[in-house]
């Protein structure tokens, strides 16, 4: 599977200590790809709280089932429900960044499967084994501690890798997911004064733009010719560079995407927020991969506490459900509302083994609250809802107790242990419970800027806070409802959220966008919904239940219907495609 280089051992140093690892003799290439088209060996899910059946050792599916004792095929079973513990998150988690922490749970892992991605199986030896020879490659080529190393994020095993090796070399490591546009990765490129570009192979293409306009010292593909490279002696892991350690990318819901740069401590905090909600490590995490970076991070939060992370390209609902049941996983990251829908919806007509799930993670876009309720009906006590910022981190948690209250699935939760959240008005001043204002954040998870825009810093960062740009006001108990973006007002001071329920909670629409046109006197408040099943829906009805619930005032001037919702590749409903498309006024094609 890879490369072992000889019956030696070399020391591998992490944030100023070293220890001693055995590296095995050499397998062939043929070995290798035969070891990675063997089927696994069969192992229970890491043991873990909350009541989950935990599938017996060398037992699969439904045997596994049978003899934990539970009956019933599909069924979710009875689980004793996921809590986040009060008061500040995990305090275990090293405050000098990743590392240290990263080096320690693969180690842990050992000859344990750390890394699955279709037929490749990684072991925690395995991955240490790349990232000694990749950083040693790099090395080899001039990367020093301090630099910038620049990576075109794939779906496979290689990227996750990747970042490991820039923080074994001590370098920033600029995450480039899928979708953001080539000027924007240069300009960060340039900022950072980039020194190597690692890019996944099935974006060569994309690498050889961004070579032409920033040239770099090293460029490497993600391949065998980077992990598998000869030994050329010892690899130092001095730790994370001071400054930035991490620079990733906004959506760009609002407009181009923002360049965003967390330091060692932020990650450290990032890990510590995700232990404190996911409950104790190690966790079977089942992700996949997006455009953006978030599902990433939650193959590194897995592998640091010494768990699997399964990576399944193929987000369809069906094949979803066949892995969880294969890999027997504990841990999905659903992603969007949308995918945690699609996955429910699929459950009703064809159910699946999900006895070893104990928590469903999703987030990332507005929920809609009847759909919300109806998935959890399926899955039970096992959904949790987070709302965050590029630039904040986490915010806040919809805990699983909280989805059987209907009035909170409006809400996206209260804020995570160690986040402050306060509702301010626009000169900046705290509001009372129940007025509408901008959600403002403090908590060591916060970005420490946007390289090269201090401007831009400056408008967002004050005092230690951050302004999210989200409008949302908070309850007596601390649970945040979310109105829309400050960018985004609809006329008269209305705000998109509250009427986007409204439509999506009759049982006729399955999702719904509110958003404003131009107008003769100014705009005019517009809206979109999708039906349910391809039904048609009652246009003129949904005007009079928006009326009924919130007041004349809200009612749409124009209300269309449509098959699907444009989306951001943030997952977003897209509300300035809608806007451009339905300019035209009613006569625009559906």
């Known amino acids: 599977m890879l490369r072992r280089r000889g019956p030696r051992s070399r020391p591998v140093r992490a944030a100023g200590r070293a220890v001693r690892r055995r590296v095995r003799p050499a397998a062939s290439p043929v070995v290798r790809a035969r070891r990675a088209l063997l ?55 090293p405050v000098n960044g990743l590392g240290p922490a990263l080096l320690d749970g693969l180690r842990a892992a050992g000859p344990r499967e750390v890394l699955v991605c279709g037929g490749l199986r990684l072991s925690g030896d395995d991955a240490l084994d790349m990232v000694s020879a990749a950083a040693g ?36 490591f600029v ?25 996944a192979p099935s974006r060569r293409a994309e690498a050889e733009r961004l070579l032409a306009a920033c040239p770099v010292r090293v460029h490497e593909a993600l391949d065998d010719d980077l992990y598998l490279a000869p030994a050329t002696g010892d690899v ?49 995490l089942l992700v996949t991969p997006r455009a953006r970076y978030l599902p990433d991070m939650f193959v590194i939060w897995t592998l640091a506490g010494g768990g699997t992370a399964v990576l399944e390209p193929d987000a369809r609902p069906q094949r979803l459900a066949e892995t969880i049941e294969r890999e027997a996983v504990t841990h999905l990251m659903a992603g969007r509302p949308v995918d945690l829908y699609g996955l429910a919806e699929h459950l009703e007509d064809a159910p699946a083994d999900l006895t070893t799930l104990r928590l469903i993670v999703y987030g990332g876009a507005a929920a809609v609250p009847a759909r919300t309720a109806r998935a959890a009906g399926r899955l ?11 630039e904040g981190g986490f915010l806040t948690v919809l805990e699983p107790r909280d989805h059987a209250r209907p009035e909170l699935l409006m809400s996206v939760g209260r804020a995570v242990p160690g986040v402050e959240l306060r509702v301010r008005d626009r000169h900046g001043a705290d509001l009372p419970a129940g007025e509408a204002g901008e959600v403002w954040t403090r908590s060591p998870q916060r970005m420490s800027g ?3 825009d201090p401007a831009r810093t400056a408008a967002a960062c004050r005092d230690g806070w951050l302004r999210t740009g989200d409008v949302g006001r908070m309850d007596g108990d601390g649970h945040l409802f979310l109105l829309d973006r400050t960018e985004d007002r609809l006329p008269g001071g209305l705000y998109a959220h509250p009427i986007e329920h409204v439509l999506t909670g009759h049982p006729a629409v399955l999702d719904a966008a509110v958003f404003a046109l131009p107008h003769a006197a100014g705009r005019a408040l517009a809206g979109v919904v999708v039906g349910r099943d391809g039904r048609p829906v009652d246009l003129d009805g949904l005007r009079e ?21 444009p989306r951001t590749p943030g997952g977003k409903p897209d509300k300035a495609a809608l806007a451009t498309r339905f300019a035209a006024g009613p006569a625009a094609p559906r």
């Open 39 to 93: 089927p696994r060996r069969p192992a229970g899910p890491p043991r873990g709280r909350g009541g989950a059946v935990r599938a017996v050792r060398g037992v699969p599916g439904a045997r596994a089932r049978q003899a934990a004792g539970r009956a019933g095929p599909g069924a979710v079973g009875a689980r004793a429900e996921h809590h986040v513990p009060a008061g500040a998150a995990r305090r275990d988690v």
């Open 137 to 172: 490659r790099l090395a080899a080529g001039g990367v020093r501690r301090g630099d910038t190393i620049a990576c075109l994020y794939g779906t496979g095993a290689e990227s996750p890798v990747a970042r490991i090796v820039a923080l074994a070399l001590g370098c920033r």
């Open 175 to 199: 995450h480039v997911w899928g979708g953001v546009p080539d000027e924007v990765v240069v300009r960060a490129m340039r900022a950072l004064d980039a020194s190597a570009l690692l890019y």
């Open 236 to 284: 130092d892991m001095p730790g994370v560079p001071d400054g930035a350690s991490l620079v990733t990318f906004s959506s760009g819901t609002t407009g181009q995407n923002k360049i965003v740069a967390y330091g060692p401590d932020a990650e450290a905090a990032h890990l510590a927020a995700a232990q404190a909600m996911y409950g104790p490590p190690p966790w079977r």
């Open 380 to 390: 039970g006590p096992l959904l949790m809802q987070n709302y965050g910022t590029s």
């Open 450 to 452: 946007y390289p090269g």
């Open 545 to 565: 239940l928006v009326r009924g619930a919130l007041g004349a005032r809200c009612e749409p001037r124009h209300l269309w219907e449509i098959d699907e919702l």
